[in-house]
């Protein structure tokens, strides 16, 4: 069983359109995150959710939205894509906050807007 | 299937001790190996990547292809060297990375 699954893997889209990558993860964590990978590999955290509420929210364009049903998945919606939003996205979750205990993370979702 | 198995969760050791944080790979090409560490409340750090065979902060990693294996190593920690360290795989030519689950490093003055 995959730990944390993030769907779509891949996703190419135009200029603005609005897309949505999910992510679900089945270890009954409490805690979800989305990071953005840039071109050197550095991950950059954009949003954290603990129990479906926001914790964490770094300096992400307002066309990001993360949305949380439940604590089981973590969504993330991007309105207006831009070619500047070209990247992998990797979704992450831990029992607690990251600092205290080990991560899992998904297999990343590879995104390119032409 | 590639995947990247960090054995021990949590990993505690004195001031001045020597460290060595596991990390085994599975994938049956030539991956590019990478070790990221996040301090309490801050950002996921790259702390180094093997095909760059630098050191920092003291921290050094080999890759051997034989025991499929990047362990990271230190030679006198430090208390500021408390944090998780992840462990990375990444194909060639690709931009996916897959991590392992962490390892929490505990240095005690």
């Known amino acids: 069983d995959t730990a944390v699954s993030q769907t779509p893997k891949y996703l190419v889209t135009q200029m603005g359109n609005d897309k949505s990558i999910k992510c679900e993860q089945n270890l009954g964590h409490d805690t979800m995150y989305w990071y953005k990978q840039d071109s050197k590999k550095f991950l950059k955290i954009m949003f954290s959710y603990n129990n479906k509420e926001l914790i964490i929210n770094e300096t992400v364009p307002n066309r990001f939205s993360p949305k949380s049903p439940d604590k089981a998945h973590l969504n993330l919606h991007i309105n207006s894509l831009e070619l500047g939003d070209s990247a992998v996205y990797f979704c992450?979750?831990?029992?607690?906050?990251?600092?205290?205990?080990?991560?899992?993370f998904g297999q990343g979702t590879r995104l390119t807007v032409v | 299937a590639q995947r990247v198995t960090q054995p021990e969760k949590l990993l505690s050791v004195f001031k001045g001790a020597p460290v060595e944080l596991k990390c085994n790979y599975s994938y049956s090409g030539s991956p590019e190996l990478f070790w990221y560490v996040q301090y309490s409340r801050q950002r996921l750090q790259l702390l180094l990547r093997h095909i760059s065979r630098e050191s920092i902060k003291g921290f050094t990693a080999d890759l051997n292809k034989g025991e499929t294996s990047f362990h990271l190593k230190k030679p006198f920690a430090q208390e500021e060297d408390s944090a998780m360290y992840y462990c990375?795989?990444?194909?060639?030519?690709?931009?996916?990375?897959?991590f392992g689950t962490g390892t929490r490093l505990q240095v005690f003055p």
């Open positions: 992450a979750s831990s029992q607690q906050e990251l600092m205290n205990t080990e991560a899992f």
């Open positions: 990375a795989l990444s194909a060639p030519n690709t931009d996916k990375l897959i």
